[in-house]
């Protein structure tokens, strides 16, 4: 893995290893075994300490433990409030950087600059830790794509966790039924990921690929069902949910941080909560953390996260709730009743947290406002295509006989955005209302959706109007809600198709218009939500935070300015207010560009067993 950091966590050691090479890496583990003499149980407390002391494994100091290093220093930024990503005040002071790591933090004045080779003035300017993004969709990018993933990174993000419902690892015959390999350079890294630790490999190939952010993952617990039950519906055989748990185990041993399910899409949705439950156990000794996009956000939304919750209790794992709403109008008063719920169970004892966008608008696929079982065995476009089919699942469509949520029916058809259409027939439909385009064609939207599916034989991107702005000030103000964008990255130059403005905007948003302009939350707390709160959550503990021996993830923007610009009708543009941003010590937004630097690498969960492959 080239230039590949790798840190294994937990008791009873710690080793942390740079790797320059680019093409090859070995790891170490060093265990410990140091037995008792017999002496030491009759001895003196001090005696016990210098055996004890002598009996320490040699290994390497956490970060926050590391000495500050002295200079000459590569880069200096010096005069910027430090908004340390912990929540404490800001205060002015000053930041060093040597290599990949920030080498001292100092009261403003104090640093010795001479020798820097770069020096930023910060005067004026916000410094503080990198952002994480716990819900990024990048993944295509970063393995097939030019990997620098622009509208992230000026935002500010400097590590992407990737995974919600499906990964590309790890693969077998079941999860590569029906998938296009005639592309060799995709055939050539689909192979990589057949094996035993495919998810190492996919990781592994992100980084080689090269990446300007770095890059973390869940593993699908779509996969996971794929992986067993190809895409059928019904319960595992024992022997199948055996070999699913397997794939869970191996992918925490590859550094998953968890699995994270997305319930509302075929083949999430066909997983019962007991089948859910099973793989979290798989999980929960490697320190795995369940996260979901739940079975509803709307009309069953406080039983899902019943269902969330006793996956975690039952399954012996932390819970995190992706995206956290109430959609749809007559669903919005159940925001506070969430909320009063999950600090409830919080209060009993049960580690429950949430993530969050600050839009009042999701994305996802026109595919889900179908009932699921219209994709069962992969024969969705067969399906739309059968005169019979086709009208039971408009019957499905108009009179639910089954548990599943429509977002067409939650948002309204005059609620839904078609985004991207590729078929020539309806491509000029682009950037129309569902509503729009039914009147244009003289149908009702059932028809016209199913149309647009079946035309461009995928799930066709989509935009649903159905959050309330009140209920994401209320979340924005919870101490356990963390910041994701649920978005892939973009290039402006290099693409035009309608996506949604978070791929560009979600930070500066929060910080522009919830803590400049309406005093939502304080700049201490936002940054923490963005930073320093989703690298605890993750257990990353050498990221999210602006601390001496850390890795130096930074930002610098300007509060005053720092502002989202992304529209739906125009969503391809820049926010405006972030200067700089740093990952791992390379500089790769200047003066709010990038500058096309490359030096992401591959974070890790708790459960990585780092040995070489």
Request: proline fraction near 6%; aromatic fraction near 8%.
């Amino acid at each position: 893995m080239g230039n590949g950091q790798v840190v294994r966590k937990g008791a009873p050691w710690t080793v942390s290893s740079n790797v320059s090479s680019p093409t090859t890496a070995e790891y170490l583990m060093l265990p410990f075994r140091c037995g008792k003499p017999e002496w030491v149980r009759s001895s003196s407390f001090l005696a016990v300490l210098v055996v004890a002391m002598a009996c320490t494994p040699h290994v390497a100091t956490s970060p926050q433990a590391q000495h500050p290093e002295s200079g000459p220093y590569d880069v200096v930024i010096t005069g910027g409030k430090l908004v340390d990503g912990s929540g404490n005040a800001w205060f002015y002071g000053d930041v060093a950087i040597k290599g990949d790591r920030i080498a001292r933090i100092a009261p403003r004045g104090v640093l010795d600059t001479s020798g820097a080779r770069s020096h930023i003035d910060a005067t004026g300017l916000v410094v503080a830790p990198g952002f994480i993004d716990i819900q990024g969709q990048s993944g295509g990018s970063f393995l097939l794509g030019d990997g620098r993933d622009v509208s992230k990174l000026t935002q500010g993000v400097t590590t992407e966790i990737l995974g919600e419902g499906e990964t590309p690892a790890p693969e077998n015959d079941l999860t590569l039924a029906g998938e296009d390999l005639s592309n060799k350079k995709v055939a050539a890294v689909v192979e990589q990921m057949r094996g035993p630790h495919g998810f190492d490999a996919w990781l592994r190939a992100m980084q080689a690929h090269g990446i300007s952010p770095n890059v973390g993952s869940f593993v699908g617990a779509g996969t996971i069902r794929q992986y067993g039950m190809g895409m059928r519906q019904g319960t595992p055989t024992s022997a199948t949910l055996d070999s699913m748990r397997a794939a869970v185990r191996r992918a925490m041993e590859d550094g998953a941080f968890g699995m994270a399910s997305a319930l509302i899409y075929p083949p999430n949705n066909y997983a019962s909560t007991d089948e859910l439950i099973e793989e979290a156990k798989a999980m929960a000794p490697y320190g795995g953390l369940y996260i979901t996009h739940m079975r509803s956000e709307a009309d069953k939304y406080l039983e899902a996260i019943d269902e969330a919750m006793r996956i975690g209790r039952e399954g012996g794992v932390p819970v995190e709730i992706y995206h956290l709403k109430a959609a749809g109008q007559r669903n919005w008063f159940k925001a506070p009743l969430a909320i009063a719920k999950i600090d409830s169970a919080r209060a009993a004892g049960m580690d429950i947290q949430a993530d969050m966008y600050p839009y009042t608008a999701g994305g996802t696929g026109l595919t889900a406002c179908l009932p699921p079982w219209s994709e069962a065995n992969g024969k969705l476009f067969d399906n739309l295509k059968d005169p019979a089919m086709r009208a039971k699942i408009k019957a499905e469509v108009e009179h639910p006989t089954s548990d599943w949520e429509n977002l067409c029916e939650q948002a309204t058809p005059q609620g839904v955005l078609i985004t991207q259409l590729r078929s020539p027939e309806y491509k000029k439909f682009a950037g129309k209302r569902l509503s729009e385009i039914a009147a244009a064609q003289g149908k009702d939207w059932i028809d016209a959706a199913m149309d647009l599916i079946l035309a461009d034989r995928r799930r066709v991107e989509t935009i649903y109007f159905i959050i309330d702005e009140d209920n994401l000030k209320l979340q924005l103000r919870q101490p356990w809600m963390k910041i994701g964008t649920d978005a892939g990255g973009y290039d402006p130059d290099s693409t035009t198709a309608l996506v949604h403005p978070r791929s560009y905007g979600t930070y500066p948003r929060i910080l522009g218009k919830y803590v400049r302009d309406e005093h939502v939350l304080s700049i201490e707390d936002a940054v923490r939500k963005m930073s320093a709160a989703v690298a605890e959550r993750l257990s990353i503990r050498d990221r999210g935070l602006l601390r001496e021996g850390m890795f130096a993830d930074v930002v610098t923007f300007d509060p005053r300015t720092i502002i989202d610009r992304a529209t739906y009708e125009r969503p391809h543009q820049i926010s405006t207010g972030v200067h700089d941003v740093f990952v791992n010590g390379v500089l790769v937004v200047h003066d709010g560009k990038h500058t096309g630097a490359k030096p992401g690498r591959v974070v890790r969960g708790p459960g990585w067993v780092n040995s070489a492959r």
